[in-house]
């Protein structure tokens, strides 16, 4: 009897020491797994934070590129001289017009330029530091001749021989409206206006043209030849007025040109540039006068856009020698290419009509990282790129990209 029961009380030692070990074993098997899972977890967003400023940079030159490759004015007579923008002279909005010098187009900014001030590491143009471009972009391939042009740009009232939609009168205003962009100016009012739009005629010479009335009374009845004529021919179109100081008042840098029997060309403009981290595009030139006017944001997380001037002669402006480290930018005001306009005199060899590609440079951040090491702190920080100097450290990953563009349609004389 003695023997049973001391044999009960050994198992059951047993038993508890066994129950202990295999606690004891799965807190161990738990604490092993939970060490894991969150080494893999810090693992996986440290990858998520490397990789996401590559995908961001990759996203932004896709983008960047389909515009820049494809830029052109459509003016195949003189290889598209306004492709690209860096220069404008805009309208005084009193009738008159002024040849007073805007830029659409700028490097590295500081805050000083004309009409700009900074905040921080922000200007009202952008980001301190980065570059804005503008850009001519197709809408279509047609052009549209002009019935009874009067010899002048700024005329008070055209006919576009433009009857694509015909014979419904509505979907054909309806789709010139589309094709020139048109938009309620004021914003919420019933008065619409066209795009800063393109007239280019048989020499090449060209001016840049902004419908300020649809005329859609005149319209309604835009399939057939106008009654009597009105002095603008017999042929059906889309009869428009444009209103000087009531249209953006662009002009070509050396002022209005004489035109030649020209038509429209459904060209308009885009410009790009990084301002409050962000990646953003305005559906027209960059104005100075009204810098955030039309610009949405593409993506976030962009810290730098660089531009470097690539001529015909194979000198290249506005980056840093690698082998001297000495900047290599243009000495025009405003350090980018000047714009001779087609009534003002002949380019220099540094004129934009000169520039057959772009190296665009893109720089992107991932959000900031936690607690870093000095040492790793030290290795985080906005790369150089082109003739901007690298930034200082910080705690977010960064990746630069960059890429070479040629400008195919002037490049091949479309």
Known sequence: MWRRCS??????????????ISMTLLLVVLLISMTFLISMRTFSQRQEL???????????????????????????????????????AKGN?????????????????????????????????????????????????????????????HAANLIFNFTEGCPDSAKNLALFKQLTGAHPDPPGS??????VLMLMDSSGAWAYYQITNYDEGA???????????????????????????????????????????????????????????????????????NPDDGFVTLLDNVEDLQIAWIFDDGNIYNYTNPDTGVSVVLNTP?????????????????????????????VARSNPLGATTKVTKNLLFRPASEDRAAGAPDRSYHYRLTSTLLIRNRALGF
């Open 334 to 362: 405003g350090q980018v290419p000047t714009q001779a306009g087609p009534l003002g005199g002949t380019p220099t060899a540094t004129d934009v009509t000169h520039v057959v590609a772009l190296r665009v440079s893109v």
């Open 50 to 88: 490397f990789t996401a400023p590559r995908q961001t940079a990759r996203r932004a030159m896709d983008y960047l590129s389909y515009y820049i490759r494809g830029a052109t004015d459509m003016n195949w007579k003189a290889s598209s001289p306004n492709a690209i923008v860096t220069h404008f």
């Open 190 to 195: 019933s008065q619409d206006v066209s795009n």
């Open 219 to 289: 319209n309604a009845n835009c399939c057939s030849p106008p009654a009597g004529g009105g002095g603008y021919g017999t042929m059906p179109g889309i009869r428009v007025q444009q209103v000087v100081g009531k249209s953006d008042g662009i002009n070509p840098p050396a002022g209005h040109p004489d035109l030649t029997n020209p038509h429209l060309v459904f060209v308009t403009y885009t410009a790009f540039r990084v301002k409050n981290g962000q990646l953003q595009q305005k559906e027209g030139l960059f104005d100075p006068t």
């Open 7 to 20: 044999s009960s009380r050994r198992e059951r030692g047993f038993t508890l020491i066994e129950a202990t």
């Open 93 to 153: 909005g009193g009738g008159g017009w002024t040849t007073t010098d805007y830029q659409a187009s700028f490097n590295n900014l500081t805050g000083t330029e004309a009409g700009n001030s900074v905040s921080g590491s922000v200007t009202a143009f952008g980001d301190v530091g980065t570059d804005i471009i503008s850009l001519a972009k197709p809408d279509s391939g047609m052009s549209v001749d002009i019935a009874g042009w009067p010899g002048f740009q």
